[in-house]
């Protein structure tokens, strides 16, 4: 075996086996520097000096520093009735996701219901839905069009639904959107609490409430509050919602109030915005640290383990808990997508709707009668498939140096990279606009009012969550998983196509589509970003809704939820066909 | 493959892994290298493999400088294959692919192995048993059979250096102990040298031809196992290695008086380390001590803990002021006096 021609391999070992020279190692590691350099350079660029420019243009005027816009603005009543509004808003629609969020938690996490593959899907698609996607369904399904009159009618004719263009309205459809966003949160950390935590306390006396008052709420407590934190923030950035359903009946909240300053141009309206962009962005940060360190105390109690088994049976009940929850997940989501769908099948607004009225005339117009929409679906494909590409590449690759080789550097960059996606998307966008007029002074590079302006601010926000997916598919990866291939004498490029590559499909896949989908659907950025010729799909479903042309805007939301739900079939046959490969062991 | 390290040290910035090391290791030849966690050893193993630089010495392979403080040959650049403590198998790949990977990937495979890949992947399965499970994906085997794999892989591009982490570590008890015969007959039938870290002592006696003691980044003794457990040189390596008990005494040349016997009892050491002289210590290992009826003149004790053990018992004896282990297949209770000598056949050695 191995003995009979080991002279053959000793002389090829020699030939072979060089080592490498002083100078070349110097010449790479320059290189290295070169790169570092670079990088540094452009995460400065990219995401750091926006945030500078917006902070200095909110307490300078043409006589130098000054804090007097802060101060106008806190002359103004308005500013204070908006931030009532917001905060009103923000915390209720917080408590009501926290309230749905924890019970679907605690049900999913520990109890024998059956079906939860499905319903875990079913609650996540509401979060998955883009929020004006969500609120369109949610104001054709309780208009006085919709499938909620049809119903109140059979009993009163005379019966109108609640209306959904008020501050409840706004509240109700915030607080279902980001639902999801506690229940992942809590699910986590509820199923991650040994249960012999549970088994130690009551065998030490205390009964079933005692037991969750006593280990199970405090141990779960700082993964709940950085859920609610979470969405207190995702309340906070949110412009979909309250632009649609607040702004028609005069109801602002902060991040309306400055597209309203922006887009109203007039004397100072950037620097106006700005300031509020401050105040804003201020509020965001200290909820994001808060979250932060939250975070980081749950992680210290947690154990790693995740333990997927039922811990309470619900016998006789477990039939109508089940049912209840279909029926408030069906309600929420799938009634109102189903009013949207049909209303978009309508062929006037007030027209009955039947088997013989009903009309694909909507989605014709949207798809071919009008090249201005047409030319939004293309500019939003395009968009968001080269931010794919873009994020892709330069997120794994990042990942990559993150997870395998972590410094301080790539945690200051980490850090700075999450600003764009951290800082509420109306800032963002206010931000981009003040740094792209003149990124350095006496330089114009004219892209402001083009596609790249939204290309670079897509690339910029959503960045950060390919890099998230990215590290959490590499972490999946041990580092000796590469050592092996490296011993078998497989080079950075052999290790990357035929190891790293295959493994990390699934993670920076979902990651990609997630980054996808966010782009294509994305309103908030583009509304203050686009100019004629560049509107994108959200922008243009703002439009048609802002000037009451209905059916258009629920056929195009219509058309969203269909490349949702294709996407999400594809990832989840991706997702098979690696399980079948042994992907996930 | 021969192997010369020279004053090979590695700091992490203030903290020292690996000081001084000088090892030579002759082509084919099995070493070990054992030491509890954190003594260097792994920093060891993988300097050997190429994924750590020294930051000062030198590592020869076949007397080419492979490593230095201003070289590095990358692992992928050396003939060697290498077991990892949790096995390291590619989730996505099959058994014969796992196999075929080095041949296929590694520059310096043999053109006698690349020309005739097919029948060396069924040698390599059929010397670890696998052959029939080649279409099998690592999530289907169990721990033993992955480990198998993992060696499959590792020897199948025929290395001339055997690298192995701690392989046995993540099997349960009864496996490793059959993992040594297939591992000890895998080193017969290719012949190449092996580095294998371990901590456990058991191991590394049973089936290197050498034993590297390590500890706190330092070598502590090389030796046969025979000259590491029979003759242990640091206190270290006698308490570790051969679970030693170091009675106190004072020495007379080669004879040994332990503290408290009077000087009615007198054991001969003259192959006992100098170190232990010049510190008034006699390493002794718990199965050498005999326990007898408490009698006049000799050592006496007291039984302060006892353990059945199935062929034997394990003891704690109090005697002269010091509790020693001692291994004895006589039955004795708590509190028992019992007088505990070193029968001379036990002294041949020393």
Not at chain 1, 199 to 228: C, E, F, H, M
Not at chain 1, 253 to 273: C, D, H, K, N, Q
Not at chain 2, 226 to 246: C, G, H, M, W
Request: charged share 15%; hydrophobic share 45%.
């Amino acid at each position: 075996m191995a003995t009979s021609d080991t002279s053959v391999l000793e002389t090829g070992m020699k030939k072979g086996g060089g080592t490498f020279p002083r100078s070349l190692l110097s010449a790479s590691s320059l290189g290295r520097y070169g790169l570092l350099a670079f990088g540094a350079a452009a995460t400065f660029f990219f995401f750091v000096l926006p945030i500078a420019k917006l902070l200095l243009l909110s307490v300078q005027n043409e006589q130098g520093f000054t804090l007097s816009y802060y101060f106008e603005l806190f002359r103004q009543e308005r500013f204070w009735k908006v931030l009532r509004h917001t905060f009103v808003i923000v915390l209720g629609s917080t408590a009501l996701s926290m309230a749905l969020g924890i019970v679907a938690a605690w049900l999913m996490a520990y109890t024998d219901l059956k079906h939860k593959k499905l319903l875990n899907l079913l609650i996540v698609l509401v979060f998955v839905l883009p929020s004006y996607v969500l609120t369109l369904s949610w104001s054709s399904f309780m208009g006085t069009q919709g499938l909620m009159a049809s119903f109140l009618q059979l009993f009163d004719a005379g019966a109108k639904p609640w209306s959904m263009y008020s501050a409840g309205g706004i509240i109700f459809v915030m607080g279902i959107h980001h639902f999801p966003l506690v229940y992942l949160f809590t699910l986590n950390v509820l199923k991650k609490i040994p249960r012999d935590l549970e088994w130690a306390a009551k065998t030490g006396g205390a009964g079933k409430l005692k037991t969750i008052a006593r280990v199970t709420l405090p141990l779960s407590l700082p993964g709940i509050t950085a859920g609610g934190l979470l969405v207190f923030l995702a309340s906070l950035d949110n412009f979909g919602i309250p632009a649609f359903l607040g702004t028609p009946v005069n109801i602002s909240v902060l991040s309306t109030l400055i597209y309203e300053e922006i887009i109203g141009f007039g004397p100072s309206a950037f620097a106006r915005g700005a300031s509020l962009s401050v105040l804003l962005g201020v509020i965001a940060i200290a909820g994001t640290l808060l979250q932060w360190f939250t975070v980081r105390k749950s992680k210290a109690t947690e154990t790693g383990r995740m333990d997927d088994e039922p811990r309470y049976a619900l016998g006789r009940a477990r039939a109508w808990v089940g049912g209840a929850m279909w029926g408030v997940l069906i309600l929420i989501t799938i009634v109102p997508l189903l009013s949207m769908i049909t209303l978009s099948l309508r062929k006037s607004y007030g027209g009955k709707l039947n088997w013989s009225t009903m009309t694909l005339d909507n989605y014709r117009y949207v798809l071919f009668d009008n090249p201005v929409i047409w030319q939004a679906i293309k500019n939003s494909l395009v968009l968001s498939s080269i931010t794919l590409v873009v994020c892709l590449v330069i997120g794994t690759l990042f990942a990559f140096y993150r997870v395998r080789k972590p410094s301080k550097l790539n945690k200051l960059a980490e850090l700075a990279i999450s600003i764009p996606y951290t800082l509420p998307g109306i800032v963002f966008a206010l931000s981009m606009i003040l740094v792209w007029m003149e990124p350095v002074p006496g330089w114009n590079p004219g892209i402001y009012g083009t596609t790249t302006i939204l290309l670079i601010a897509y690339v910029c926000r959503f960045l950060i969550l390919q890099i998230r997916s990215g590290v959490t598919a590499f972490m999946q990866i041990d580092a000796s998983m590469e050592e092996a291939a490296r011993v078998s004498g497989a080079g950075p490029w052999t290790r990357w196509q035929a190891i790293l590559l295959p493994l990390l499909l699934p993670g920076i896949v979902g990651g990609g589509l997630l980054v996808f989908l966010t782009a294509l659907t994305e309103l908030t950025v583009s509304a203050l970003l686009y100019s004629s010729g560049t509107q994108t799909i959200g922008v243009t479903i703002f439009g048609f809704e802002q000037a009451g042309k209905t059916l258009y805007s629920t056929a195009l939301s219509s058309l969203i939820v269909l490349f949702i739900f294709v996407g999400a079939g594809l990832l989840q046959l991706l997702q098979k066909w690696t399980a079948r490969r042994g992907g996930n062991n | 493959m021969s192997i010369q390290l020279h004053d090979v040290g590695k700091t992490f910035g203030s903290y020292t892994a690996l000081c001084n090391v000088n090892l030579n290791i002759a082509d084919g030849e099995f070493v070990a290298i054992l030491g509890p966690s954190g003594c260097g050893k792994t920093t060891l193993l993988r300097m050997l493999a190429g994924f750590e630089q020294p930051t000062s010495g030198e590592i020869r392979m076949d007397g080419e400088v492979v490593a230095g403080a201003s070289t590095l040959v990358p692992p992928e650049k050396r003939r060697i294959g290498m077991v990892f403590q949790h096995f390291a198998l590619w989730p996505h790949m099959n058994i014969y692919e796992h196999v075929r990977f080095p041949i296929r990937t590694h520059k310096k495979t043999p053109k006698a192995i690349r020309d005739n890949e097919a029948s060396r992947i069924e040698q390599v399965l059929e010397l670890v048993g696998l052959s029939h499970l080649s279409q099998r994906m690592p999530h289907e085997l169990s721990g033993g059979q992955k480990q198998r794999v993992a060696i499959a892989r590792a020897i199948a591009a025929e290395p001339s250096l055997l690298l192995m982490d701690e392989p046995l570590s993540s099997l349960d008890a009864l496996l490793r102990m059959n993992m040594r015969r297939e591992i000890q007959s895998v080193h017969r039938q290719t012949g190449s040298a092996i580095v294998y870290v371990t901590h456990d002592q058991g191991e590394a006696l049973s089936m290197a031809d050498r034993i590297v003691v390590m500890k706190e980044g330092r070598i502590e003794q090389i030796g046969t196992p025979q000259d590491i457990y029979l003759r242990p040189e640091t206190e270290f390596v006698a308490q570790f290695v051969s679970k030693a008990n170091l009675v106190r005494g004072h020495w007379d040349n080669d004879l040994f008086i332990p503290e408290g016997s009077g000087s009615s009892v007198q054991w001969r050491g003259a192959g006992v380390a100098g170190y232990f002289k010049s510190n008034g210590l006699y390493p002794v290992r718990p199965d050498q001590l005999e326990l007898g009826p408490a009698r006049e003149g000799g050592l006496v004790g007291q039984v302060a803990n006892v353990q059945f053990q199935g062929k034997e018992f394990n003891y704690d004896i109090v005697a002269a002021g010091q509790q020693w282990e001692v291994v004895s297949p006589v039955p004795y209770k708590l509190h028992d006096q019992v007088s505990v000598t070193i029968p001379e056949r036990e002294l041949q050695y020393a």
